[in-house]
């Protein structure tokens, strides 16, 4: 048997030969994507493509292909969770890297442009909710990373250093990973916003330091990171997909990018009267850039 032959049992496909959760096809998909964690957000994004020549759908993960300015874009919604991004990001790649129909990986690598557009939470005073915020790095406090074999390079394990140093998390914790974004689509999307680091929790209330009825481990966690500095490095924002989206990317050979609406301040303890213009405003912009 070929080396490179993938069993059944590791990429599983539909009855139709389409990849088998997001039940899509290679020609479904363009090489520039926009991942959004809502399905209902899918067609606020698809509504700015000059047309729509695709529309898929299965179960949370709800794909739109289209075109715009000349240029081919997909959406698709990748619901909340680095764990949907790790099943998101393996299967786009087998997409365009993989024979789908002989099972084995392609000689030639494709490279797909991979932008998350999101929401989250800011975690310095300035940063003032309703802004856009670009994720310079991702870091992975979910332990993703740990199960696959993609090194970080020298600066990066060098300000994870820095980072763990300060943070001073009980063993118990997955051992956080930091990845940086693509410099590339920094320059061509997000040079306008704000610019600094990520983290990226595996949940929303205890793992992000909130607490309703079950006391907290580290509930000074959020302080932690806002109090964090680093040669002009600062935590902007908590949210739940960069880091897995930043580290697969990397290991795999695509280019990728977060921006986020800031729609809630965890020091000044306020959030956004109004969100929604702001997204939608993002969206123009991430759709315009991506396709210029």
Do not use: W
Request: glycine fraction near 8%; hydrophobic fraction near 35%; charged fraction near 25%.
């Amino acid at each position: 048997m070929d080396k490179n032959f993938i069993p059944v049992s590791e990429m599983p496909l539909g009855d139709d030969g389409s990849i088998y959760h997001l039940h899509l096809h290679p020609e479904q998909i363009a090489d520039n994507i926009i991942l959004v964690g809502d399905p209902g957000r899918v067609p606020v994004v698809s509504e700015f493509f000059d047309r729509i020549d695709v529309k898929v759908q299965n179960r949370e993960i709800v794909t739109h292909t289209g075109e715009f300015n000349g240029k081919r874009i997909t959406v698709m919604s990748t619901g909340m969770g680095t764990d949907n991004i790790d099943i998101v990001m393996n299967e786009l790649d087998a997409l365009v890297n993989v024979d789908l129909e002989h099972r084995v990986r392609k000689d030639t690598h494709h490279t797909l442009n991979l932008v998350r557009l999101g929401t989250s939470g800011s975690l310095q005073a300035d940063y003032e909710v309703n802004k856009f915020c670009a994720s310079t790095y991702g870091l992975g406090l979910d332990g993703l990373l740990n199960y696959y074999g993609i090194d970080m390079g020298l600066h990066e394990n060098e300000l994870l250093e820095q980072v763990l140093e300060h943070l001073q998390l009980p063993p118990q914790f997955a051992r956080p990973y930091l990845i940086k974004c693509s410099d590339d689509l920094m320059q061509k999307i997000g040079y306008d916003m704000i610019q600094d680091m990520t983290a990226t929790a595996p949940g929303f209330f205890a793992p992000q330091g909130r607490k309703i009825r079950l006391p907290l481990i580290l509930p000074e966690l959020p302080d932690k990171l806002s109090s964090f500095r680093c040669n002009g490095k600062r935590f902007a924002n908590f949210e739940m997909e960069t880091s897995a989206l930043y580290g697969l990317g990397r290991g795999l050979g695509h280019n990728t990018l977060t921006v986020c609406v800031l729609i809630a301040n965890r020091v000044s303890k306020t959030f956004s009267e109004d969100y929604k213009p702001y997204v939608k405003q993002l969206t123009q912009t991430v759709v315009e850039r991506l396709c210029k």
